[in-house]
């Protein structure tokens, strides 16, 4: 019965500790004899400590390994999304919210995608997208720069339109870098109301 509680032991410790304690360790000795006369109480500091700097290092690498792999463009289009509803706000999200999902942000998304993976992977790293979205009526949804240089890249913006006898429309365009921000790219417009929209941000 004695090796059947044993063996339970060994098995139950070797589990909870991952593997650092071991049958063959000498952690059994000092169960079986209540001392370990090849150690003294420094040695075991010492192999404790170095135990978990060797822990800390294989969690950095496996930390630095697993922000490496996020996609920096992933991460701007995310950030996009975020920026895109905070300016919307609560009045403005619920009406325009599905199209905007099915319609708009596509193509924001490949227009992104398309316009940075030109980029070299050192830029791709700095890559930085603006936190304030424009309020009241202002056209600016997010800007999405070069954080190397500070230079806008890309200008993601939304004008409110009042079309005759037919309402309210959001017309959703960008502006790049490549033309010096001259040109005025449509991306797509959604129908808000004929009453007169919140202002952004509400």
Do not use: C
Not at 75 to 82: D, K, N, W
Not at 98 to 120: A, G
Not at 138 to 144: D, L, N, Q, R
Not at 158 to 178: A, D, L, M, S
Request: glycine share 4%.
């Amino acid at each position: 019965m004695k090796k059947w509680w044993q063996k339970a032991l060994v098995f139950t410790v070797a589990l909870l500790t991952l593997g650092f304690i071991t049958p063959d360790h000498s952690i059994w000795d000092v169960l079986e004899n209540g001392q370990d006369s090849n150690r003294t109480p420094s040695s075991d500091y010492k192999n404790v400590e170095e135990a978990n700097e060797s822990i800390e290092e294989s969690y950095i690498e496996e930390s630095n390994e697993s922000i490496e792999s996020i996609d920096p463009i992933d991460s701007i289009i995310h950030l996009a999304r975020e920026q895109s509803y905070i300016k919307f706000g609560s009045k403005i999200t619920p009406v325009i919210e599905d199209e905007f999902e099915q319609q708009i942000f596509p193509n924001i998304e490949r227009i992104i995608s398309t316009t940075l993976s030109n980029l070299d992977d050192e830029s791709k790293r700095y890559l930085t997208i603006s936190e304030k979205p424009g309020g009241n009526y202002s056209e600016k949804i997010f800007h999405i720069t070069d954080g190397i240089s500070g230079k806008d890249l890309l200008r993601f913006h939304v004008r409110t339109e009042k079309r005759p006898q037919e309402g309210y429309y959001y017309n959703f365009h960008y502006h790049t870098h490549e033309d010096h921000f001259a040109s005025h790219h449509t991306i797509g417009d959604i129908y808000y109301s004929k009453n007169t929209p919140p202002k952004w941000l509400s």
